[in-house]
T-cell receptor, first 115, second 110 residues
Framework: GAGVSQSPSNKVTEKGKDVELRCDPISGHTALYWYRQSLGQGLEFLIYFQGNSAPDKSGLPSDRFSAERTGGSVSTLTIQRTQQEDSAVYLC?????????????FGPGTRLTVL | RKEVEQDPGPFNVPEGATVAFNCTYSNSASQSFFWYRQDCRKEPKLLMSVYSSGNEDGRFTAQLNRASQYISLLIRDSKLSDSATYLCVVNRWGDYKLSFGAGTTVTVRA
């Protein structure tokens, strides 16, 4: 079946601009996660959505970052007034949490470069 | 102390060799364990879940030692295509956050 999809695959922007990154999870997966991976680094948790519950935003690095998930499916991560340190690969993952085992499946990521 | 620690490697092995590496975790409440592989400039992909009794999937064997809080991955008969970074991931039961290690790099040479 179709996996997690993300768009765009690459985004180059100028410092100070806003960007929107999109994630389309696996159909039927209620949980959706955003991570960030900087060059040579591990994955950094950003935000988590589960069904209609309030999201866990505890990983967002600043108030320039926000995310929403419409209709329990597609999610958009928005970064306002981008800074060079925002350059990273932004990964989205989804999981079916009904089994209790949190196997997460990742999309191909969006590589963001802030000039 | 990081919640999940891995030897970054790299482990450079010839084709056909066996390579094994460990990961340690600090939270004794951790209940679910996974190995993901990540190829260069690609997303992490689930390699296998790790079960209490240990489990095998083809050439890959994962072991869990709860007493010592470590997980191991063994790759037999290494292939060139096994070259990747292997991420150790732990999760507390019912918790949605996964904790990722920084990865162990394996390079298989011809």
């Amino acid at each position: 079946g179709a996996g997690v999809s993300q768009s765009p695959s690459n985004k180059v922007t100028e410092k100070g601009k806003d960007v929107e990154l999109r994630c389309d999870p696996i159909s039927g997966h209620t949980a959706l996660y955003w991570y960030r991976q900087s060059l040579g680094q591990g994955l950094e948790f950003l935000i988590y959505f589960q069904g209609n519950s309030a999201p866990d935003k505890s990983g967002l690095p600043s108030d320039r970052f926000s995310a929403e998930r419409t209709g329990g499916s597609v999610s958009t991560l928005t970064i306002q007034r981008t800074q060079q340190e925002d350059s990273a690969v932004y990964l989205c993952a989804s999981s079916d949490r009904t089994s209790g085992i949190n196997e997460q499946f990742f999309g191909p990521g969006t590589r963001l470069t802030v000039l | 102390r990081k919640e999940v620690e891995q030897d970054p490697g790299p482990f450079n092995v010839p084709e056909g060799a066996t390579v094994a590496f460990n990961c340690t975790y600090s939270n004794s409440a951790s209940q679910s364990f996974f190995w993901y592989r990540q190829d260069c400039r690609k997303e992490p992909k689930l390699l296998m879940s790790v079960y209490s009794s240990g489990n095998e999937d083809g050439r890959f064997t994962a072991q869990l030692n709860r007493a010592s809080q470590y997980i191991s991955l063994l790759i037999r008969d290494s292939k060139l295509s096994d070259s990747a970074t292997y991420l150790c991931v732990v999760n507390r039961w019912g918790d949605y956050k996964l904790s990722f290690g920084a990865g162990t790099t394996v390079t298989v040479r011809a």
